[in-house]
């Protein structure tokens, strides 16, 4: 069965301190991999994405993801995290195939940065 | 601006009281999608589209109906709602053309039902 565990219900880091978020996934065939970022009262933005190519990833914000196939992980990190990351991230997959953009998601890991 | 609207954003209603959300996207999307949010099960779909006329059930279709008539639009239904129907729910939309995949979320309507 396909699926994507977020370890970690919360992180808590100190503005200016590295901050990683973990993803792990479970799929047949090449993964398609996605992070979004909600904030309070609103939808899903899309943060970045792994299909193929260099195994890290940069997105928007200053973020970016590194692909471990070995691992099966996809873990988000920023080098300076900022208190306006404070939000919830949800890590997803989608296999490349003919049902199209269909996203798994994890559970979601709600970050906190403190000033 | 390219976007996806939902409507209402908020709504209470009682339990059998039949509802539609909307859900209208301007981007010329084929695929558009449905989900529902729940704490600590992080999104899960109910029903998505390939496109016009085209519909299927996601992880979750149990007591929604979608329809496809239009492009653009991609209504949800709950003909008889219930308590566990309690949720905050998405719309999404993407081009299923090349390898590009993202979706683009709506923003969301939290839906009660007592």
């Known amino acids: 069965a396909q699926s994507v565990a977020q370890p970690e219900d919360q992180v808590k880091v100190a503005e200016g301190n590295p901050l990683t978020v973990k993803c792990t996934y479970s799929v047949s065939g090449n993964p398609y ?7 309070p009262n609103r939808g899903l933005q899309f943060l970045l994405k792994y299909i193929t190519g260099d195994n890290l ?3 928007s914000y200053g973020f970016e993801a590194e692909f471990n196939k070995s691992q099966t992980s996809f873990h988000l990190k920023k080098p300076s995290a900022l208190v306006s990351d404070s939000a919830l991230y949800f890590c997803a997959v989608s296999v490349y195939g003919n049902q199209g953009g269909k996203l798994i998601f994890g559970q979601g890991t709600e970050l906190s940065v403190k000033p | 601006e390219a976007q996806v609207t939902q409507n209402p954003r908020y709504l209470i209603t009682v339990t059998g009281k039949k509802l539609t959300v909307t859900c209208s996207q301007n981007m010329n999307h084929e695929y558009m ?3 529902r949010q729940d704490p600590g ?17 996601g992880d979750v279709p149990e007591g929604y109906k979608v329809s496809r008539k239009e492009k653009r639009n991609f209504p949800l239904i709950l003909e008889s709602p219930s308590p566990n129907q309690t949720s905050l729910y998405f719309c999404a939309s993407s081009a299923t053309s090349g390898r590009s995949y993202e979706q683009y979320f709506g923003p969301g309507t939290r839906l009660t039902v007592t």
């Not at chain 2, 099960?41 to 059930?57: A, C, H, P, W």
């Open chain 1, 33 to 39: 991999l996605f992070w979004y970022v909600q904030y």
């Open chain 1, 57 to 59: 990833v940069k997105g």
């Open chain 2, 33 to 35: 999608s449905w989900y």
């Open chain 2, 41 to 57: 099960l992080g999104l899960r779909q109910i029903y998505y589209s390939m496109n016009v006329e085209v519909t299927d059930k």
